[in-house]
T-cell receptor, first 113, second 113 residues
Framework: DAMVIQNPRYQVTQFGKPVTLSCSQT?????MYWYQQKSSQAPKLLFH???????NEADTPDNFQSRRPNTSFCFLDIRSPGLGDAAMYLCATSRLLHTDTQYFGPGTRLTVL | AQSVTQPDIHITVSEGASLELRCNYSYGATPYLFWYVQSPGQGLQLLLK??????LVQGIKGFEAEFKRSQSSFNLRKPSVHWSDAAEYFC???????????FGKGTRLSVIA
C-alpha cells in the first residue's frame, strides 16, 4: 500500500544532542510537510517542501532544519534539542500545496532528557 | 487570516448514540474544510473534506459533515457511534491561496458502553 513512513516511532535524546527524524513516502507526492504536535494541541506546521523548494514557517525556531534529498525522503534535524522540543513530530504529504488532502505518517514521539 | 474554533474540548457519548462535533471557521471567501481523526499515538487520517458543491459531505467510517455558510460551520456527525470511534478529531480550514491549513485545537471523543 502507498503510504507515509516515519522512523523511528520513538526517539529519546539528551538535552543538546542533535537528532534526526526520517520520513519516506511511496505516494510520489510533490509536497512534504513537518508538523510538531504537543500533547492535547493541534499540529503546528514547521516547514514544507514543494519538490525541492523549501518554505520555513515564520515562527519555526532556527534549531529546526530539514532536508529533502529526493522525492521520497525528507528529514527533520533538531540541532540542539531542548526540553521544550519534546513532542510528536508528524510528517505529511500532498499532491498539491496546502489545499489538497494531506496524508500523515504515524509520527515520531521525541523525548528529551 | 483564517481561524478555526472547536468549542468542545472533550465529549463523551454512549456506544450507539448519535454524535455531532462542532467546528466554526473564520474566513472571508469560500473555505476548504477538512475533518481529520487521530487515534492515540498515531498520525492524522482524513475523514472527509469540502471544497465546493453539495454542502452535505459523506466521509469514511460512516461520518458526514454539513457546510453551512450562514453559520460559518462545518459540523461532523455520525448517527451511531462505535467504541472504535474514540479518538481526537480535528477540523481544519484552508483556502485557494498558498497559506497553510489551520487546524482547530481538537475534540477528544470518549465512547462508553
Amino acid at each position: 500500500d502507498a503510504m507515509v513512513i516515519q522512523n523511528p516511532r520513538y526517539q529519546v535524546t539528551q538535552f543538546g544532542k542533535p537528532v534526526t527524524l526520517s520520513c519516506s513516502q511511496t505516494l510520489n507526492h510533490n509536497v512534504m510537510y513537518w508538523y510538531q504536535q504537543k500533547s492535547s494541541q493541534a499540529p503546528k506546521l514547521l516547514f514544507h517542501y514543494y519538490d525541492k523548494d523549501f518554505n520555513n514557517e515564520a515562527d519555526t525556531p532556527d534549531n529546526f532544519q530539514s532536508r529533502r534529498p529526493n522525492t521520497s525522503f525528507c528529514f527533520l534535524d533538531i540541532r540542539s534539542p531542548g526540553l521544550g522540543d519534546a513532542a510528536m513530530y508528524l510528517c505529511a504529504t500532498s499532491r498539491l500545496l496546502h489545499t489538497d488532502t494531506q496524508y500523515f505518517g504515524p509520527g515520531t514521539r521525541l523525548t528529551v532528557l | 487570516a483564517q481561524s478555526v474554533t472547536q468549542p468542545d474540548i472533550h465529549i463523551t457519548v454512549s456506544e450507539g448514540a448519535s454524535l455531532e462535533l462542532r467546528c466554526n471557521y473564520s474566513y472571508g471567501a469560500t473555505p476548504y474544510l477538512f475533518w481529520y481523526v487521530q487515534s492515540p499515538g498515531q498520525g492524522l487520517q482524513l475523514l472527509l473534506k469540502y471544497f465546493s458543491g453539495d454542502t452535505l459531505v459523506q466521509g469514511i467510517k460512516g461520518f458526514e459533515a454539513e457546510f453551512k455558510r450562514s453559520q460559518s460551520s462545518f459540523n461532523l456527525r455520525k448517527p451511531s457511534v462505535h467504541w472504535s470511534d474514540a479518538a481526537e478529531y480535528f477540523c481544519a480550514v484552508g483556502n485557494s491561496g498558498n497559506t497553510p491549513l489551520v487546524f482547530g485545537k481538537g475534540t477528544r471523543l470518549s465512547v462508553i458502553a
